[in-house]
């Protein structure tokens, strides 16, 4: 319905950016590395997709269109709603996410939150045949989005408008939190933890 939404960023939350459309500000949920790349007052032009329930409209946002595509296949597997499916794009790329899916990489889908080993078994099951092969694109099994979570945290952080000093303040913070949850950090996590800390100081 509405594939993609194009012009200047008006402002950014921990989830979500306003892109102007004519006029109008369209709220858009993100994942923190989609958030990221974005600036305010920077054009940007984000791949949608509409999601649609009896009492509200949601528009999430993508960099691009395999990660809408993937976003949309995720939620043919049952139990797999939008924000489930987004927080998956939140962990691991598109294409992580096919090399898991190929491999029976139950580990990879468990370190997103709200996944389970039962329900990575029956993800597993359910996507093998629906995500298609990887593209290549990654490196290494399972490469996650967030393998480098201090550059896109600070990114998301100066995105927000927060200065340097301030960023890299935020991000020594929530290092601990980050070490302690190992190889692949939720970035979404730790920027709500991060704000939380800035809030604090301010």
């Known amino acids: 319905m509405i594939a993609f939404v194009s ?6 939350a921990p989830d979500t950016a306003v892109v102007e459309v004519g006029g109008i500000g369209m709220a858009v949920q993100c994942t923190p590395n989609t958030l990221s ?3 305010i007052g920077q054009q940007t032009k984000l ?3 509409l999601v649609v329930r009896e009492d509200s409209l949601t528009l999430y946002g993508f960099a ?3 990660e809408r595509q993937t976003f949309v296949l995720l939620q043919t597997a049952s139990g797999v709603g939008p924000r489930l499916a987004q927080a998956m794009l939140a962990v691991h790329s598109p294409d992580a996410l096919r090399r898991a899916v190929a491999s029976g990489d139950e580990k990879s889908l468990t ?3 709200g996944i389970g080993k039962k329900g990575a078994q029956k993800l597993l099951l359910e996507l093998k045949d629906r995500l298609g092969a990887p593209l290549g694109t990654g490196t290494g099994m399972g490469a996650p989005v967030t393998s480098g979570w201090r550059d896109q945290l600070h990114a998301a952080l100066i995105g927000l408008g927060y200065a340097t000093r301030e960023a890299d303040e935020a991000i020594e913070a929530v290092a601990p939190q980050a070490e302690a949850e190992g190889g692949t950090p939720q970035v979404g996590k730790l920027l709500k933890a991060a704000l939380q800390t800035l809030n604090r100081t301010r």
């Open 37 to 39: 790349g974005l600036r």
């Open 7 to 12: 012009g200047p960023v008006a402002a950014l």
């Open 64 to 66: 691009d269109d395999d």
């Open 111 to 113: 370190a997103v939150p």
């Open 47 to 49: 791949a949608t997709s």
